[in-house]
């Protein structure tokens, strides 16, 4: 294996960002009153051993709680991941992540980035300071997976298990194991620092987004998601077409609707979106359901994001409003 790690570069890149994982709590006992993204990330490798042949490097990015996670840091951090697995050495990057935007956040890396090397996002459901702590064992297995030489794309390694970033979803609030990637499953499992792969590796993509390359700071279109829920309104919706149309800053772009089941909308909703549309606001259906994938019928009048949950199905509008189509 250090051979091949040795083609591909013996180098791994981790990038904190805070979350949980470098959270510290007032007492050991306490895995709740925490405060998270304390701990920096050259602390949290601290007796983490590399596996043979690799060197690790740390670096913060960030410093955030990841429910307050910001477009600027996911921009800052998938330069960083772009410069990083640009260079020859470097075999893999990992991220230290909260897990409340996780899935968000990695869904985001995974459209910007080419692919070709591994990128993995690891957590906690524990902070730091906990009397057994989650944390380093999912770092320790994520540094297997982006030292793989076989690994690449964008994953998630939580509780012994690689999910990719197109199916993770965080599932649970509390339990260790809180993410699972619905009807796809596993990418593969990590067992003592060895991978049993599940099912293939995500394909690689066709490079590095072209947005990634420019000099300033962006800031995102504006794109929100509304629930379609029993009893729903389309008030929301047309006070956002009403600032819209006053022409306050930022005004909204895009609209994601997190439609029921097999992405169906209550009447009033549908209304709304359609005088949404009508005005220019990009709209998408993305279905609540925790599992599967709307199956589209002849004629919907609103396109739908398929098996995409309703934040990644924003991040997806967010990119295609972007014009950052594959580079
Ligand atoms: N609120 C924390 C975060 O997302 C939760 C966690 O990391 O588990 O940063």
Request: glycine share 12%; aromatic share 4%.
């Amino acid at each position: 294996m250090s051979e091949q790690i040795t083609a591909r570069g013996r180098r791994v890149l981790v990038l904190g960002t805070g979350g949980t994982i470098a959270g510290r709590a007032a007492s050991s006992g306490d895995n709740i009153g925490y405060v998270a993204g304390q701990v920096g990330v050259a602390e949290l490798l601290a007796g983490i051993g590399a596996p043979a042949g690799v060197e690790l490097e740390a670096e913060q990015v960030a410093q955030v709680d990841s429910k307050d996670m910001e477009f600027s840091i996911w921009l800052a951090l998938a330069r960083r991941c772009a410069q990083a697995l640009a260079e020859p050495g470097v075999a893999g990057v990992v991220v230290t992540h909260g897990t409340d935007t996780l899935e968000e956040t990695a869904f985001f890396l995974q459209q910007v980035l080419p692919g070709d090397k591994p990128v993995v996002l690891t957590c906690a459901m524990r902070p730091a300071s906990a009397l057994s702590p989650d944390g380093p064992q999912n770092v320790r297995d994520s540094i297997a997976v982006a030292a793989s030489p076989d690994a690449r794309g964008v994953t998630v390694v939580c509780a012994g298990a690689v999910h990719s970033a197109v199916d993770v979803q965080k599932v649970h609030t509390y339990r260790l194991d809180a993410f699972a990637s619905g009807d796809a499953g596993p990418l593969a499992f990590v067992e003592e620092g060895e991978l049993r792969q599940a099912r293939p590796w995500p394909q690689a993509g066709t490079g590095v987004h072209a947005f990634l390359q420019w000099p300033h700071d962006l800031d995102p279109p504006r794109v929100e998601i509304l629930f379609s829920h029993a009893g729903a309104r389309g008030t929301l919706i047309d006070a956002l077409l009403a600032e819209r149309t006053q022409g306050a800053p930022g005004g909204i772009r895009g609209l994601v609707l997190a439609a029921t089941g097999n992405g169906t909308l209550h009447h009033e909703i549908e209304r709304a979106a359609a005088r949404a549309q009508a005005a220019g606001v990009r709209v998408i259906r993305a279905t609540r359901c925790p599992q599967g994938r709307i199956l589209p019928k002849p004629g919907d009048p609103i396109p739908d994001a398929g098996a995409l949950n309703p934040v990644k199905a924003r991040v997806a509008l967010m990119l295609e409003l972007m014009g950052a189509s594959a580079a």
